[in-house]
C-alpha cells in the first residue's frame, strides 16, 4: 500500500496468542448476612487447664454453629441440587465461614464461651459448589473434621483413664497431646476460611499455628500454607512448604502438583514439567496435571507434547473449555489453522464467557487474512474485556491491514492507554498515521516505540541516521 506521498508503507504487526495456566481458588465476600449466635459451658475435669477447656468450649460451639447453618442451607433448593447431606454441607462449610468469639468466662470450674457465624448465604452456597467439585479440597476437610472427632473422643477416653488412675504422667501428656491435635485441626479450618476469603496472610498465620501445635501430621497444613504463600507471590517459600509436606507424605499428589506451579510461575519449566509428572504418575487421572504440563511444554516451545497432554485433558473432561482453547493455540503455532480455530469456536461453546478464546480465534483469523471475523472476534474479546489492551492492539492492527487507518489510530491509542509503554501499539498506530500522510506523527510514534525497545522501529531510526 502507499500513501498519498507514495511512501512505501510498513507492515501492521499482529500480536500473539494469549495462554492459559490454572490453578484453583475459591472466592467468598460478605454482603446479606444471617448471623447465628450459640454459647457452651465447658466444665474442668481435674486434669484440664484453662487451655484445654477453651479447647473444648470453642470445638463445641463450632459444632453447635455449624450444625444451624447447615440445617439452614439444607433448606435451600440451590443447596438441595446439590444433593449432598447434612453432614457434607456442615464438612464444607466449615473450611468457608469463620466464628467469631463474641465473650468468654473462665471461673477455674467451668469455661463459658458464647460465638457467632455470620455469613452472606448466597456467597457460602457458591464457595460449597466450588468446594463440592473438588475432590481434593473436600477429601482435606473431611478428612479435618474426622480427625476433630478422633481426638474428642481420644480426650474422653483419657480423662476416663485418668479417673482410674490419678498421678499417671504418661497419660497426662497424652492427654495435653490430644488437645493440641484438637486445636490444631481448628487453627487449619480458620486458615481455610481465611484462604477462601483472599485473606493469605491471616491464613499463613493460622496454617503456622496448626503447624507448630501438631508438626507430625501437618502435610496438609504445609501444602496450604504453600498456596497462601504462592497466592501472595512468594513461590520460593511455598517451594519449601511443599517441599516438607512431601518429606512428611512422599505420594502427596497435591504437594507436587502445586510445587509444579511454584517452579512455571518462576520460569524453570523442565521442573515444572518433572514435578507434574510426578503428580500423573500418583493420579493418572489428574485432568489439572495434564493441563498445566501442556502449559509447561508450550513454553517449551514442544507443540506436539503441549497438544497431547490437552488432548488427555478433555478425554478426562470433555467439557474443559480452556484445554479446547489452549489445545487451539497451540495447533495455531503449528499452523493447522483449521484446527486452531475448531478448538476455539468449541471453547467459545463451552464457555460463551471466555473473552480469551475469542481473542485466539481473532487472530487464527487474522493470520489467515480473514480480517472481518477477526474484528468480529476481537470487539467480542473487548465486550467481555474492556480493558484488554491487545484485543485493541490487534484489531487496530486488522483495521490497518483493511486500508481503516482512522479507526486503526484509535484502536491503537486505546491500547496504549490501557498499557502506556506497549511498543508495538505506538509502532502501529505509527505505520497508520503514515497510511494517511501524516509523517510526522509516524514519526513520533516511531520514536516512543524505539525507546522501549521495540527492534522494527530501532531499525526504521537508524535507516534515518537516528540513534
Same mark, same amino acid.
Given at each position: 500500500?502507499?500513501?498519498?506521498?507514495?511512501?512505501?508503507?510498513?507492515?501492521?504487526?499482529?500480536?500473539?496468542?494469549?495462554?492459559?495456566?490454572?490453578?484453583?481458588?475459591?472466592? !467468598?465476600?460478605?454482603?446479606?448476612?444471617?448471623?447465628?449466635?450459640?454459647?457452651?459451658?465447658?466444665?474442668?475435669?481435674?486434669?484440664?487447664?484453662?487451655?484445654?477447656?477453651?479447647?473444648?468450649? #470453642?470445638?463445641?460451639?463450632?459444632?453447635?454453629?455449624? %450444625?444451624?447453618?447447615?440445617?439452614?442451607?439444607?433448606?435451600?433448593?440451590?443447596?438441595?441440587?446439590?444433593?449432598?447431606?447434612? /453432614?457434607?454441607?456442615?464438612?464444607?462449610?466449615?473450611?468457608?465461614?469463620?466464628?467469631?468469639?463474641?465473650?468468654?468466662?473462665?471461673?477455674?470450674?467451668?469455661?463459658?464461651?458464647?460465638?457467632?457465624?455470620?455469613?452472606?448465604?448466597?456467597?457460602?452456597?457458591?464457595?460449597?459448589?466450588?468446594?463440592?467439585?473438588?475432590?481434593?479440597?473436600?477429601?482435606?476437610?473431611?478428612?479435618?473434621?474426622?480427625?476433630?472427632?478422633?481426638?474428642?473422643?481420644?480426650?474422653?477416653? #483419657?480423662?476416663?483413664?485418668?479417673?482410674? =488412675?490419678?498421678? /499417671? !504422667?504418661?497419660?497426662?501428656?497424652? &492427654?495435653?497431646?490430644?488437645?493440641?491435635?484438637?486445636?490444631?485441626?481448628?487453627?487449619?479450618?480458620?486458615?481455610?476460611? &481465611?484462604?477462601?476469603?483472599?485473606?493469605?496472610?491471616?491464613?499463613?498465620?493460622?496454617?503456622?499455628?496448626?503447624?507448630?501445635?501438631?508438626?507430625? /501430621?501437618?502435610?496438609?497444613?504445609?501444602?496450604?500454607?504453600?498456596?497462601?504463600?504462592?497466592?501472595?507471590?512468594?513461590?520460593?517459600?511455598?517451594?519449601?512448604?511443599?517441599?516438607?509436606?512431601? %518429606?512428611?507424605?512422599?505420594?502427596?499428589?497435591?504437594?507436587?502438583?502445586?510445587?509444579?506451579?511454584?517452579?512455571?510461575?518462576?520460569?524453570?519449566?523442565?521442573?515444572?514439567?518433572?514435578?507434574?509428572?510426578?503428580?500423573?504418575?500418583?493420579?493418572?487421572?489428574?485432568? #489439572?496435571?495434564?493441563?498445566?504440563?501442556?502449559?509447561?511444554?508450550?513454553?517449551?516451545?514442544?507443540?506436539?507434547?503441549?497438544?497431547?497432554?490437552?488432548?488427555?485433558?478433555?478425554?478426562?473432561?470433555?467439557?474443559?473449555?480452556?484445554?479446547?482453547?489452549?489445545?487451539?493455540?497451540?495447533?495455531?503455532?503449528?499452523?493447522?489453522?483449521?484446527?486452531?480455530?475448531?478448538?476455539?469456536?468449541?471453547?467459545?461453546?463451552?464457555?460463551?464467557?471466555?473473552?480469551?478464546?475469542?481473542?485466539?480465534?481473532?487472530?487464527?483469523?487474522?493470520?489467515?487474512?480473514?480480517?472481518?471475523?477477526?474484528?468480529?472476534?476481537?470487539?467480542?474479546?473487548?465486550?467481555?474485556?474492556?480493558?484488554?489492551?491487545?484485543?485493541?492492539?490487534?484489531?487496530?492492527?486488522?483495521?490497518?491491514?483493511?486500508?481503516?487507518?482512522?479507526?486503526?489510530?484509535?484502536?491503537?491509542?486505546?491500547?496504549?492507554?490501557?498499557?502506556?509503554?506497549?511498543?508495538?501499539?505506538?509502532?502501529?498506530?505509527?505505520?497508520? &498515521?503514515?497510511?494517511?500522510?501524516?509523517?510526522?506523527?509516524?514519526?513520533?510514534?516511531?520514536?516512543?516505540?524505539?525507546?522501549?525497545?521495540?527492534?522494527? =522501529?530501532?531499525?526504521?531510526?537508524?535507516?534515518?541516521? !537516528?540513534?
Amino acid at each position: 500500500m502507499n500513501s498519498s506521498n507514495n511512501h512505501r508503507l510498513r507492515n501492521f504487526l499482529l500480536y500473539s496468542f494469549s495462554i492459559l495456566m490454572v490453578s484453583l481458588s475459591t472466592d !467468598i465476600s460478605i454482603a446479606k448476612q444471617v448471623t447465628f449466635e450459640r454459647d457452651y459451658t465447658y466444665q474442668a475435669s481435674e486434669y484440664d487447664s484453662k487451655v484445654s477447656c477453651r479447647v473444648n468450649a #470453642l470445638e463445641q460451639v463450632k459444632r453447635l454453629l455449624l %450444625e444451624e447453618l447447615g440445617t439452614y442451607l439444607e433448606s435451600r433448593t440451590d443447596v438441595r441440587d446439590f444433593k449432598l447431606t447434612k /453432614d457434607q454441607i456442615i464438612t464444607l462449610t466449615a473450611g468457608i465461614v469463620r466464628t467469631e468469639v463474641v465473650k468468654e468466662t473462665w471461673d477455674g470450674k467451668s469455661y463459658w464461651l458464647k460465638a457467632r457465624i455470620e455469613a452472606d448465604p448466597d456467597e457460602v452456597i457458591k464457595s460449597v459448589d466450588s468446594l463440592r467439585k473438588d475432590h481434593q479440597k473436600t477429601t482435606e476437610l473431611e478428612e479435618t473434621r474426622r480427625k476433630a472427632a478422633e481426638y474428642l473422643k481420644e480426650m474422653e477416653r #483419657l480423662k476416663s483413664e485418668l479417673a482410674l =488412675a490419678k498421678g /499417671d !504422667i504418661k497419660k497426662q501428656g497424652q &492427654y495435653n497431646e490430644a488437645v493440641k491435635g484438637l486445636s490444631a485441626t481448628d487453627w487449619f479450618k480458620k486458615g481455610y476460611a &481465611y484462604h477462601v476469603a483472599k485473606e493469605y496472610q491471616d491464613a499463613i498465620n493460622a496454617y503456622t499455628r496448626a503447624i507448630e501445635l501438631d508438626p507430625k /501430621d501437618a502435610t496438609v497444613p504445609y501444602t496450604n500454607r504453600g498456596a497462601a504463600y504462592a497466592d501472595l507471590g512468594n513461590h520460593n517459600q511455598a517451594i519449601a512448604d511443599y517441599n516438607r509436606a512431601i %518429606e512428611l507424605t512422599p505420594k502427596n499428589v497435591k504437594a507436587y502438583y502445586n510445587r509444579g506451579i511454584a517452579y512455571f510461575e518462576l520460569g524453570n519449566h523442565n521442573q515444572a514439567i518433572a514435578d507434574y509428572n510426578r503428580a500423573i504418575g500418583l493420579d493418572p487421572k489428574y485432568t #489439572l496435571a495434564y493441563y498445566n504440563r501442556g502449559v509447561a511444554y508450550g513454553e517449551l516451545g514442544n507443540y506436539q507434547q503441549e497438544i497431547a497432554d490437552y488432548t488427555k485433558a478433555i478425554e478426562l473432561n470433555p467439557k474443559y473449555a480452556k484445554a479446547y482453547n489452549n489445545r487451539g493455540i497451540a495447533y495455531g503455532n503449528l499452523g493447522n489453522h483449521n484446527q486452531a480455530i475448531a478448538d476455539c469456536t468449541r471453547a467459545i461453546e463451552l464457555d460463551p464467557k471466555d473473552a480469551k478464546a475469542y481473542y485466539n480465534r481473532g487472530t487464527v483469523y487474522g493470520n489467515l487474512g480473514n480480517y472481518n471475523q477477526a474484528i468480529a472476534d476481537f470487539t467480542k474479546t473487548i465486550e467481555l474485556d474492556p480493558k484488554d489492551a491487545k484485543a485493541y492492539y490487534n484489531r487496530g492492527t486488522v483495521y490497518g491491514n483493511l486500508g481503516n487507518y482512522n479507526q486503526a489510530i484509535a484502536d491503537c491509542t486505546r491500547a496504549i492507554e490501557l498499557d502506556p509503554k506497549h511498543a508495538k501499539a505506538y509502532y502501529n498506530r505509527g505505520v497508520a &498515521y503514515e497510511g494517511l500522510g501524516n509523517l510526522q506523527q509516524a514519526f513520533n510514534n516511531f520514536k516512543v516505540s524505539a525507546r522501549l525497545g521495540f527492534k522494527p =522501529a530501532q531499525d526504521i531510526l537508524r535507516k534515518k541516521g !537516528i540513534k
